[in-house]
């Protein structure tokens, strides 16, 4: 990656970054945690970088226990795509980020094409974001990057920056609220909340390689065709026409 990849301090959120720095055309994708917290400077920040389109994955769960995304005044639309990554039944204490990835891929393949085509299709800057910035906003930009054949070690080292910048404040208000539904804290839950460990990821494209054929044959069936992948260069990739 050209640039490191570098937390925009946005005022109420954590983990709020430009995908792909110096790969990607400056200013127009954009990851984050939830923005329930979002202070008026935050809005105020979020206007200033003209994000137009804001997209949500979190499921209904998440956004009673979390809260609704504060926009107004930043004159960007908000677009609800819920997606729920646990697995139908499992235990919270050996839970594993792979399980987490696996089920998103399999449950929401048409719901993962359909943010795409948003972001491909959008007409300005965008933002993608789930709870944490990491699981469902991880797997969306790591196909995006995909389907725009973006080395993997570039792909790989932007999903791992989320891991720094949960740490501390963020990590510790997600096990407290944890810990009030008497879940017992495990090293996998702490991984599963907060970490994002290259391994991974990659685990999931050996997944999307042995299931679908790779991630591009995923992404075709998921209707993210030519069309989508050439709308996506000219939006995203700096010299596009």
């Known amino acids: 990656m050209d640039e490191p990849v570098t937390r925009l301090d946005v005022a109420g959120t954590h983990n709020f970054r430009e995908v792909a720095p110096g790969v990607l055309a400056s200013g127009m994708l954009y990851r984050s945690d939830a923005l329930h917290r979002l202070t008026r400077e935050g809005r105020r920040q979020l ?16 956004r009673r226990i979390g809260g609704r995304d504060r926009l107004r005044g930043t004159g960007a639309r908000r677009l609800s795509v819920p997606i729920d990554g646990a697995p139908r039944s499992f235990d919270p204490r050996t839970l594993t980020l792979q399980e987490v990835y696996e089920t998103i ?75 009030r539904f008497r879940v017992p804290i495990t090293d996998n839950l702490v991984e599963v909340l907060a970490g994002s460990p290259v391994v991974a990821l990659s685990g999931a494209f050996d997944w999307l390689d042995r299931e679908h054929g790779g991630a591009l044959t995923y992404l075709q069936k998921a209707g993210v065709d030519d069309a989508v992948r050439d709308q996506l260069r000219k939006a995203l990739i700096p010299g596009s026409v």
């Open 47 to 62: 206007d200033q970088l003209r994000i137009r389109q804001v997209i949500d994955l979190r499921s209904a769960f998440d």
């Open 105 to 179: 891929l399999t449950r929401h393949q048409d719901d993962l094409g359909r943010v795409i085509r948003t972001v491909a299709w959008a007409d300005g800057p965008v933002l993608v974001h789930c709870t944490a910035g990491k699981d469902r906003t991880g797997l969306v930009v790591a196909l995006i990057l995909s389907a725009l054949d973006i080395d993997r070690e570039i792909i790989l080292a932007d999903y791992s920056a989320t891991a720094a910048n949960l740490s501390g404040e963020w990590t510790e208000r997600m096990l407290r609220k944890v810990r």
